[in-house]
């Protein structure tokens, strides 16, 4: 059998070992953020998950899925994958509703 892969929104942050990016992490949820940094050149982004701790590179995506879990995502695959999202405002949705 073919299955496809229910379309889904999620929230997702590329890890750049930025100020910014940190905080982006943070705000989505991902708590604590845990950055190693015994290799200076190669920090890693370090996230428990359900499967156990997982690794994330610098330029890899942390994506927070449908249950609240973060998982990380290799840049090309999340390019594949995934594309922007564009709001809609409540008022836009209402419109499209009574169509």
């Known amino acids: 059998m073919k299955y ?8 997702a942050v590329q890890f750049t070992d930025t100020e910014e990016s940190i905080l982006k992490l943070s705000e989505l949820g991902l708590d604590p953020v845990r950055i190693d940094y015994a290799d200076t050149d190669s920090p890693i982004l370090k996230i428990e998950t359900l499967e156990g701790l997982m690794i994330a590179a610098k330029g890899d995506y ?13 840049p090309d695959i999340f390019a594949e994958t995934y594309e922007e ?10 419109r499209m509703d009574s169509i």
Request: one cysteine or more; aromatic letters at 10%; proline letters at 6%.
């Open 4 to 11: 496809r892969k229910k379309p889904v929104v999620v929230e």
């Open 62 to 74: 942390i994506i927070k899925g449908v249950q609240g879990e973060f998982y990380p995502c290799k």
């Open 85 to 94: 999202a564009k709001e809609c405002r409540k008022y836009d949705q209402r």
